[in-house]
């Protein structure tokens, strides 16, 4: 018999959706010109950009201009950071926060060796910022602010709303506007995105995490915002990202978005009973656990849950022996101790022992009881290993 699967680890990447496959195929074998070519191969794979282009705009309120295709989340987070300070071009002021994906945080830990000042914001206990505190950080100097809509390993949300009003204020008696820019990479497809309400000058999304293949993003940008470029080349995605656009790709964005922002209510009511099911399992059957981030105030897919006396590491693995896939918090950190339940005050033996549950709309409720009949013996197993735990007993 084949061993039983099951993924859980739907914030690190998706499983491609079969309808976004079947929407990319022409533009594989059909219409695979260059969307820059004068012939009209050409012109059919601009026409189909053009319409992917207007239908990823119109899902977050935005017009077809403001919208720059790039290869994922990282890049449109790149390209927002450092496009808006060499814009700037002088040494300007810049407030983040300190549970950024490493996209962010490393973007702007660069800006610092390029002589920027950067101020990364504390969060509270749930992995959330205080608009107050963000008002007190704003300088004569600052520029950018770029603060994360949720967080991708403990799933908290962010007061963008606040942060949007906030701005609108200090903007109406600046000459330098602050621009505000959102890393929408794990809200996309999962909340309503609406770029003016509240109100962002640029945000990025990545295909991957709802359902189109890895390598292809999006980055809005505002009208009137001037961002200048970090990579150089033709002028395809308005001479803003140089490179022949990936149609296929991009198709296949704009279907996997089209489908998320459709099934938006049911996905999410959907993955919010499963989280809930787990979570309620844990807590039944095993003691000294954490659960991270305030359920009412997380995307609904994200379950962050630090065992006591154990490795997450170690506990990924035993799952993993069983088919489990979860994830220690993100991918792209993977051994790495966490940075994000650092910022929220976490004890840090706690945090070693974390696990991230990430759901989609396709996991079943019988996953999460196949999950629930393994964990508790694999938390167990590795607590009879702790001499901490032995003694507590
Ligand atoms: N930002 C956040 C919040 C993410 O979770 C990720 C990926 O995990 C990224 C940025 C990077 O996106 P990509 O993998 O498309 O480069």
Known sequence: MEKKKVYLDNSATTAVLPEVVEAMKPYFYDIYGNASSFHSFGRDAKKALDAARAKVASII????DEIIFTCGGTESDNMAIFGILKAYGKKGHVITTKIEHHAVLYSCRELEKQGHEVTYLEVDKNGVISPEDFKKAVKDNTLLVTIMHANNEVGSIQPI???SAILKEINSSRKDKVYFHTD?????????????????????ISGHKFGAPKGVGALYVKKGTNIENIVFGGNQENSKRPGTENIPYIIGMAKALEIADAELANHNK???ALREKLKKGILAQIPEIIINASADNAVANILSVSFHYIEGEALLLKLDMHGIAASSGSACATGEPSHVLAAMGADPIAAQGTVRFSFSFQNTFEEVDFVLSVLPKAVESLRAMSPVWQNKK
Do not use: W
């Not at 309120?61 to 077809?64: D, P, V």
């Not at 929408?184 to 990025?204: N, R, S, Y």
């Open 184 to 204: 929408a990479v794990q809200t996309a497809g999962k909340i309503k995105l609406d770029v003016k309400k509240p109100g962002v000058d640029l945000l990025a």
């Open 61 to 64: 309120n935005a017009s077809s």
């Open 270 to 272: 959907h993955v919010l």
């Open 161 to 163: 709303a606040e942060i």
